[in-house]
Structure formats: structure tokens, C-alpha cells
């Protein structure tokens, strides 16, 4: 199974960026992590409009038979240990999973009517470069939890 994280946007700031290397360099023993960056659409568009480019571009981007795993405050809460063995039961099917990660404004109705799964890393609106590293995180404390490594620390 690979675990792609489909994304508007790179990560421009260098601490975040650094930050996300090195949880993608944790994973990478565990999981085939790919990542695919669509570019945001250019000039100054009204936010239904981004959105929608934003959208299909996203779409395409979704590898062809991956559970699509939209990312959204409103989505589904789950705890890490909940997510962890989500994760497991997806791996003992062998489908690729596509996490997306919108733009500023979010993601289009599309790319969630199309997901398999909304999930939400928060209530608070986060930044789509900090969701990034937040999702990168969550990911690696479940394959640690999946390992019974000491990393996670229930309670």
C-alpha cells in the first residue's frame, strides 16, 4: 500500500518544510509515502472560482483506485489510536490512500462528494502547510502505535 498526499501548493516555509522531511524520512521504513503538489491557479480569482480550479486539479491528481481521504475541519474527529488501526484495516486491504489537503479556502464540494472518507485533524482552521505537517505526524504516531514504539503515550 502507498499513502500519497495529494496537496495544493508546496510548502514554502523552510521550518515546516524541514519539519515534513523529516516525519516523511520516519515513515518512509513503514510506508511507500509519495506526495503530489497541484499548482494553485494563478491571478486573482473570486474564492468560488479558485476553489473549483483548486478542485479539479486536485481530482486529477488522485491516483486511479486510492481511497481518497479528504482533509476538513468538518470532517470525521478520530483519535490516534482509532486512526491507527483505521490505517491498519486499510493496509490489510492493500489500496493506496490519497490524503488531499485544500488551498486557503478549503477544499471544493466535489473532492469531498468523491472522498471515501472526511476526515478532520481539527475543529480550529489550520493552515494547509501546517495540516500538512499535522497529517505527516498523525501518520507517523500511528505506524508507532502500530509498532507498540514507545513514541505515542496513551493515557
Known sequence: MRLW????GRVADPALRAACA????????AWRLETRDVRPPAGHLPVPQR???EGDRLLQAIPD????VALSR???????EGFARRLRRWQTEARDV???VGGADGLDERVLARSDLVL?????????????LVLLEQLYR??????????HRSR
Open 74 to 80: 468538518s470532517g470525521k474527529s478520530e483519535t490516534s
Open 142 to 151: 500511528a505506524t508507532t502505535i502500530l509498532q507498540g514504539t514507545p513514541y
Open 120 to 132: 478532520s485533524l481539527s475543529t480550529f482552521t489550520l493552515p494547509h502547510e501546517l495540516a500538512r
Open 65 to 68: 483506485g486510492a481511497r481518497s
Open 98 to 100: 490519497a490524503f488531499v
Open 22 to 29: 523529516d516525519y516523511g524520512t520516519r515513515l518512509a521504513g
Open 5 to 8: 498526499i495529494v496537496a495544493v
Open 51 to 53: 476553489m473549483q480550479r
